[in-house]
T-cell receptor, first 113, second 113 residues
């Protein structure tokens, strides 16, 4: 089965710091997504990528960036962390073939003090 | 008004009960509908995936989509304590593997032994 790994699982940092969250999938699927989950909001899309060198903004992209240099990885960077970015971050991918649903990693819990 | 509305609960039922979870939405262009189950400190896990209107059954789970009413439901028969989790509805305009997902807030379900 395809796997998706997120690291670290937990992180505490200070406002103004740069933070990078890792997302790695093992089956070279093209489509990858980043979401944040907050109480009262469900999951909201931050950025997504349909392949190498392709990145797109989602609903809540301000303050975040992604880069896609290979098929397996889509790191999410917070350029200057803000307390409002304290959240749980999930990475997702879709499998091969048409109309495949998204599958999620187990998330990174990020606290910004 | 949010595009997808879901009662956050919590919903508490006795073991063996039939559970009904619901979402309403406003975007008539949504075509793909999903239900995810999320245990505490884990990522969302896909339960059901349907296209357009109709019913889909998988074991104790039945998903219903009524596009005319912009209403989707998930029924759980013979509920078990292991069903205790947060249930998220999600939907998209495009096909599941490229479409951006819009999530409801999630409904927290507790099944008491």
């Amino acid at each position: 089965d395809a796997e998706i790994t997120q690291s670290p699982r937990h992180k505490i940092t200070e406002t103004g710091r740069q933070v990078t969250l890792a997302c790695h999938q093992t089956w070279n699927h093209n489509n990858m997504f980043w979401y944040r989950q907050d109480l009262g909001h469900g999951l909201r899309l931050i950025h997504y990528s349909y392949g190498v060198q392709d990145t797109n903004k989602g609903e809540v992209s301000d303050g975040y960036s992604v880069s896609r240099s290979n098929t397996e990885d889509l790191p999410l960077t917070l350029e200057s962390a803000a307390s409002s970015q304290t959240s749980v971050y999930f990475c997702a991918f879709t499998g091969r073939g048409r109309n495949q649903p998204q599958h999620f990693g187990d998330g990174t819990r990020l606290s910004i003090l | 008004q949010k595009e997808v509305e879901q009662d956050p609960g919590p919903l508490s039922v006795p073991e063996g009960a039939i559970v009904s979870l619901n979402c309403t939405y406003s975007n008539s262009a949504f075509q793909y509908f999903m239900w995810y189950r999320q245990y505490s400190r884990k990522g969302p896990e896909l339960l059901m995936y349907t296209y357009s209107s109709g019913n889909k059954e998988d074991g104790r789970f039945t998903a219903q989509v009524d596009k005319s009413s912009k209403y989707i439901s998930l029924f759980i028969r013979d509920s078990q304590p292991s069903d205790s989790a947060t249930y998220l509805c999600a939907m998209s305009e495009g096909s599941g593997n490229t479409g951006k997902l819009i999530f409801g807030q999630g409904t927290t379900l507790q099944v008491k032994p």
